[in-house]
């Protein structure tokens, strides 16, 4: 099995910069891909990006040019750099890990409060 930490959320005000990290252990190999997920009370869990083992990214249309998502293949941790952060990025992010299904994630991290203040 697969574990996910996620780390880095908090409180920031507008227009200010969070990364967030997450680490993977248990049986690492079995991952193809990973990616950082959010979720508001109420409302469906959304991709915010994810990134192939190979290094290609995809970014939700409301994070780009603004988040930036890494990998450190070696670490086997990828980072969420978000800058020019808005109140509605506030949310709960989850690290999310694939193995054969590249549309759901089968393993999840606990997730991160990031709180953006106006």
């Known amino acids: 099995q697969v574990q996910l930490v996620e780390s880095g959320g908090g409180l920031v005000q507008a227009g200010g910069s969070l990364r967030l990290t997450c680490a993977a252990s248990?049986?690492?190999?079995?991952?193809?891909?990973m990616g950082w997920y959010r979720q508001t009370p109420g409302k469906q869990r959304e991709l915010v990006a994810a990134?192939?083992?190979?290094?290609?990214?995809n970014y939700a249309d409301f994070v780009k040019d603004r988040f930036t998502i890494s990998r450190d293949n070696a670490e086997n941790m990828i980072f969420l750099q978000m800058d020019s952060l808005k109140p509605e990025d506030t949310a709960v992010y989850y690290c999310?890990?694939?193995?054969?299904?590249?549309?759901?994630?089968?393993?999840w991290g606990q997730g991160t409060q990031v709180t953006v203040s106006s």
């Open positions: 248990g049986s690492r190999n079995i991952i193809s891909a």
């Open positions: 990134i192939t083992n190979g290094g290609r990214r």
């Open positions: 999310g890990g694939f193995g054969s299904d590249l549309v759901n994630p089968s393993w």
